[in-house]
């Protein structure tokens, strides 16, 4: 087993920024990519960004503005958020994959999930 637990996320002001932060903790050698997904109140989950075996995915509408990255050492994962808009405002979750897989921007490819940290733009 995987435990997730993210941090990070607050009240921001549109065009600010912010950190998120994702601990992983267990059987964390098993974990073949990690990501994060967003849902926001009424809506689906959706994909915000990935990576795996050190390449990065992203959602189009978050591309020149928000950078996944990951430290093994730590076993941690952030997403640094630039030029926040209103329409950001999600429950930002942080998720790993236990398989390998040829799509990791849907939510059946992840396997575990943190909590969720929420995430407020203000225009």
């Known amino acids: 087993q995987v435990q997730l637990v993210e941090s990070g996320g607050g009240l921001v002001q549109a065009g600010g920024s912010l950190r998120l932060s994702c601990a992983a903790s267990g059987r964390t050698a098993s974990i073949t990519a990690m990501g994060w997904f967003r849902q926001a109140t009424g809506k689906e989950r959706e994909f915000v960004a990935s990576?795996?075996?050190?390449?990065?995915y992203s959602a189009e509408s978050v591309k020149g503005r928000f950078t996944i990255s990951r430290d093994n050492a730590k076993d941690a994962m952030y997403l640094q958020m630039n030029s926040l808009k209103p329409e950001d405002t999600a429950v930002y979750y942080c998720?790993?994959?236990?398989?390998?897989?040829?799509?990791?921007?849907?939510?059946?490819?992840?396997?575990?999930w943190g909590q969720g940290t929420q995430v407020t733009v203000s225009s």
């Open positions: 998720a790993a994959s236990r398989f390998w897989s040829d799509n990791y921007d849907i939510p059946p490819a992840f396997h575990y």
């Open positions: 990576m795996s075996a050190g390449t990065t």
